[in-house]
């Protein structure tokens, strides 16, 4: 096979979409392709040729992830495809070693993705990032545990209103979230579109806003209904208030039986909320897989909720610039990382540090599933000390 990996070309656009459509088993008709939004970033797209003939691709985006502390430039990687006649054969290796030397050169201290397959992309250094949950209750069984009454007002807005006031509630509601990303204008444009062949046999989306006793702008759902069950496409609120009254409003629609939603956060107050929360099925899901680039500006690039000291060792086969050890000075006001010869407080590989990075899972969990090793005594409770935050990682836009 004479493989080539490169970047493609402004002409070759079409032909990546569509190899890596039918690579996803959803070749694209002529209608489709005439209303899909132009591809951004064509630059950072590489596709791997054999003979000339497009048979795998890779793409990222430009993105700013949320850390603790702040947010750190991020390469957002999606349409990671191989043909399936060119299985097995090294091109999603070296599509994903190509993309993250990339990512390097870029100054990108972090790379993130949503992963079809949960078993794939461990071995290029992801780590599960954040959790979600879906969930589905019926209707009977969505009475609050206490008393409630909604103290602002609802309103119905349509697409346009909604694409111009949605957004800042967005950015409200995830400024302070470990692993939120800024949904990008174009895809807000997509929302607003809501092209029938994309609803899945639902209705068109229902857009409700949420004004707070002072008339802000506190809140919104956006769902559909099928059949008759009400599907919470996007909750977003920036008050508790906000929270109760929309989705007590998404309850108490008449002629449904049931409402399910997607990408909830581990922490959503909801369950705790309901008089009998056993009837709230929960599903716990994979969301967001980071992978830390760059280690040691990925590492200083937060801050830790504790002052603490630890030597890291970190196996990194897909990076072996991250390989080796690792002083991290942590705590609230910043920190700094560089590589050390001193003994390590804690050994691990680049994928288990991803997961915990964000605070998804404490490196004592890790350490029980036989994936961190403690060397030094005290090391994994000082560890899950510093990388403690306040919110759970969550990321409610896929990509």
Same mark, same amino acid.
């Given at each position: ?5 490169r970047?493609?070309?402004?002409? #070759? ?17 002529? #209608? ?5 939004? !132009?591809?951004?970033?064509?630059e ?8 000339? /003939?497009?048979?795998?691709? *890779? ?15 991020? +390469? ?25 030397k990339? !990512? ?7 790379? +993130?993705?949503? *992963? ?16 979600? #949950? ?68 639902a209705?068109?989306?229902?857009? @409700? ?13 956006s769902?559909?209904?099928?059949? /008759? ?8 609120? =920036?008050?508790?208030?906000?929270h ?13 039986? !049931? ?6 956060? @581990? ?29 040691? &500006? ?26 080796g ?30 997961? *915990? ?8 969990t890790?350490s ?14 000082? &560890?899950? +000390?510093?990388? +403690? =935050? ?10």
């Amino acid at each position: 096979m004479d493989l080539e990996i490169r970047a493609i070309t402004p002409e #070759e656009t079409e032909g990546f979409i569509r190899a890596t459509s039918m690579a996803f088993g959803q070749p694209p008709s002529d #209608e489709d392709m005439a209303r899909r939004p !132009s591809m951004k970033e064509i630059e950072r797209s590489l596709a791997a040729y054999d003979n000339g /003939s497009m048979v795998g691709g *890779a793409h990222s985006r430009s993105f700013h992830i949320k850390v603790p502390g702040g947010e750190l430039p991020t +390469a957002g990687v999606l349409d990671v495809t191989v043909a399936p006649t060119h299985r097995r054969r090294g091109i999603l290796t070296a599509l994903m070693v190509d993309q993250l030397k990339g !990512s390097k050169e870029r100054g990108e201290p972090l790379a +993130a993705l949503t *992963a079809s397959e949960s078993v794939i992309y461990g071995r290029f250094g992801y780590g599960i990032a954040t959790v979600h #949950e879906r969930w589905s209750v019926d209707r009977p069984y969505t009475a609050y545990a206490t008393p409630y009454e909604p103290t602002g007002r609802l309103e119905f807005v349509g697409p346009e209103q909604m694409r111009r006031t949605f957004p800042e509630v967005y950015r409200r509601a995830t400024a302070f979230r470990p692993g939120a990303i800024e949904r990008p204008a174009d895809v807000w444009d997509w929302i607003v579109t809501d092209y029938p062949p994309d609803r899945g046999g639902a209705s068109a989306y229902f857009h @409700v806003a949420y004004y707070g006793t002072g008339g802000n702008l506190d809140g919104y759902v956006s769902y559909r209904i099928n059949g /008759s069950t009400l599907s919470v496409h996007e909750l977003m609120s =920036t008050t508790d208030e906000a929270h109760a009254a929309l989705w007590r409003f998404c309850f108490d629609v008449d002629l449904i039986s !049931s409402t399910a939603g997607g990408q909830r956060p @581990v922490d959503d107050p909801l369950p705790w909320m309901m008089a009998d929360p056993r009837q709230l099925k929960r599903t716990p899901y994979d969301g967001l897989w980071v992978r830390l680039v760059d280690l040691p &500006a990925a590492l200083a690039g937060r801050t830790y909720a504790s002052e603490g000291r630890l030597v890291l060792e970190v196996r990194d086969e897909s990076c072996p610039w991250n390989d080796g050890r690792y002083v991290l000075d942590g705590g609230p006001e910043g920190a700094t990382c560089r590589p050390a010869d001193a003994k390590p407080d804690l050994a691990l590989s680049a994928s288990d540090l991803a997961a *915990a990075y964000l605070g998804t899972v404490s490196f004592t969990t890790l350490s029980h599933a036989g994936r961190v090793e403690q060397v030094s005594e005290g090391a994994l409770a000082l &560890a899950d +000390a510093m990388f +403690a =935050t306040d919110l759970k990682p969550w990321c409610p836009y896929s990509f």
